[in-house]
């Protein structure tokens, strides 16, 4: 079964600061795509950046870059710039390819606090 | 941009109390999904739900849930009789095909059950 574990429970940065959240996952799968989600204090998911796996090149979203090492299995979030509206939970998921199973598999998630 | 709507925002049920969950998808998406959040606690998969059929579900989803898409564009998830360890944060998920696009989710319902 696919896990995905994120190790930090917590982490603050200053404001317009960089700042790079870890995520490791397990899959046997070669073929995959990880995602980052952010929960602000209203709980609702909002999707901050995703990467599919055959994808060499790491993901960018403006402010938001990912740094996806395939065969460490990692997939850390970098956040430049930060702003405090960027305070939120931020949880990874995983999620297999066509054929395989729809759900999201996700991290424990992490705290993000941003200091003015 | 179009989103995923959830109502209520808040539900406060007795324990063994019928609730139903209600989620309206972005329009033109086909694949559909709920999930929970206990506070505190990492989001889990409840099930999926394709072309009026349950396509996926987890362990969590027993007989006491079901789903439902009971016209064109709402999507149910209905607790028969609500236990202490339902109260958790129920959120619903749209894409428009399977596995390759992204979820979207809606902003959540937050059920307590007393």
């Known amino acids: 079964a696919q896990t995905v574990t994120q190790s930090q429970p917590e982490m603050s940065v200053q404001e317009a600061e960089t700042v790079t959240l870890s995520c490791t996952y397990d899959?046997?799968?070669?073929?995959?795509?990880l995602f980052w989600y952010k929960q602000p204090p209203s709980r609702q998911m909002i999707l901050v950046i995703r990467q599919e796996a055959y994808k060499q090149q790491n993901a960018t979203e403006n402010r938001f870059s990912v740094n996806f090492q395939k065969a460490a299995k990692s997939f850390s979030l970098k956040i430049s710039d930060s702003q405090l509206g960027d305070a939120a939970m931020y949880f990874c998921a995983y999620s297999q390819t066509q054929g395989g199973s729809e759900k999201l598999v996700f991290g424990k998630g992490m705290k993000l606090t941003v200091n003015p | 941009e179009p989103e995923v709507t959830q109502t209520p925002s808040h539900q406060v049920t007795q324990m063994g109390q019928e609730v139903i969950l209600r989620c309206v998808p972005i329009s033109n998406h086909l694949y559909f999904y709920w999930y929970r959040q206990i506070l505190g606690q990492k989001v889990e998969f409840l099930v999926s739900?394709?072309?009026?059929?349950?396509?996926?579900k987890s362990e969590i989803f027993d007989d006491q849930f079901s789903v439902e898409r009971p016209d064109g564009s709402n999507f149910t998830l209905k607790i028969r009789s609500t236990k202490l360890e339902d109260s958790a944060m129920y959120f619903c998920a749209s894409s428009r095909d399977r596995n390759t696009d992204t979820q979207y989710f809606g902003p959540g319902t937050r059920l307590t059950v007393l």
């Open positions: 899959t046997s799968e070669s073929d995959y795509y």
């Open positions: 739900f394709y072309n009026n059929e349950i396509s996926e």
